[in-house]
């Protein structure tokens, strides 16, 4: 299994590492925070630009009586127009993050993480925070990004070793017969 460093978040002063894998670990229930989303469009990255903390993947709160799923495709629409398609969707792990100080001292939360494909762009919607979207070469993020660490940069090297194995480009045939 792949090793991610711990890192500390200062700005929510809560230390934050990364746990690989296709299922959340037990220990995560009734603990799910927010659900976090790389989504790409074809071979670009696409990033919410959002006010306060700039360009990001979206993510978002999971709402209560939401689903993983639901969360990921509501975070991705409201933060940069996106649709997601409809089973190109992937959990590749999730954030665990445990508050340092205050009422939430040693507080553990974890966060999803999914690898997704966006198929179409709207409008993004009234109301939202986010200013925009942007694309880049996955090569590009970390110069744009407004908060870039060890954990982050290995957590997006892992996103994009999953997204070229589980979103291959092209189309398959079967999905032109079905």
Known sequence: ME????????????????????????????????????????????????????????????????????????????????????????LIGCHLSTRRSGPEAGITKYSPVIVAEVVQFDPIPEGSESRGFVLLAPEAVAEQYYMWDDLLAAEFNFALERKEELLPAGIDIKDLTD
């Not at 229930?29 to 919410?48: N, S, T």
């Not at 959002?50 to 709402?63: A, N």
């Open 3 to 90: 090793h991610f460093p711990t890192v500390h978040w200062p700005e929510w002063d809560m230390d934050a590492t990364f746990l690989p894998g296709e299922h959340l670990p037990l220990e995560s229930r009734g603990h799910l925070w927010a659900v976090l989303v790389h989504a790409y469009y074809g071979d670009q990255v696409v990033l919410a630009d959002i006010v306060g903390r700039g360009v990001t993947i979206p993510s978002g709160k999971i709402e209560p009586g939401e689903t993983i799923d639901q969360a990921a495709v509501r975070e991705v629409y409201e933060e940069t127009g996106g649709r997601l398609h409809d089973t190109r969707r992937y």
